[in-house]
Nanobody, 122 residues
Framework: VQLQASGGGSVQAGGSLRLSCAAS????????MGWYRQAPGKQRDLVAS???????NYADSVKGRFAISRDNAKNTVYLQMNSLKPEDTAVYYCAARNVSGAPTSAAEYDYWGQGTQVTVSS
């Protein structure tokens, strides 16, 4: 499975961005896809994830502002980010996991895309 992330950029606080993650390869095996982010000097944290059945979960810090969705026909997962804050600044990574069940850490994801930088200025 290969993951290609895109859509990062620089915006002012309050603005919006949409990230995309296109999957290719043996994609039928994917159970869950997620978005993680990592700020300089910090660990990689979950932002949101979505299962093949459409169930979603979000970090508390982004609930009500971010929305994860998937287009199965395009094998693509999206992260719509609204009301962005400076503390959302990070490199965002998409990830995919084959095994069912909710992972408890980033290490439980099987595949990773390259990161895309999101910078929010105040």
């Amino acid at each position: 499975v290969q993951l290609q992330a895109s859509g990062g950029g620089s915006v002012q606080a309050g603005g919006s961005l949409r990230l995309s993650c296109a999957a290719s390869g043996i994609i039928f095996s994917i159970n869950r896809m997620g978005w993680y982010r990592q700020a300089p000097g910090k660990q990689r944290d979950l932002v949101a994830s979505i299962t093949s059945g459409g169930s979603t979960n979000y970090a508390d810090s982004v609930k009500g502002r971010f929305a994860i969705s998937r287009d199965n026909a395009k094998n693509t997962v999206y992260l719509q980010m609204n009301s962005l804050k400076p503390e959302d600044t990070a490199v965002y990574y998409c990830a995919a996991r084959n095994v069912s069940g909710a992972p408890t850490s980033a290490a439980e994801y099987d595949y990773w895309g390259q990161g895309t930088q999101v910078t929010v200025s105040s």
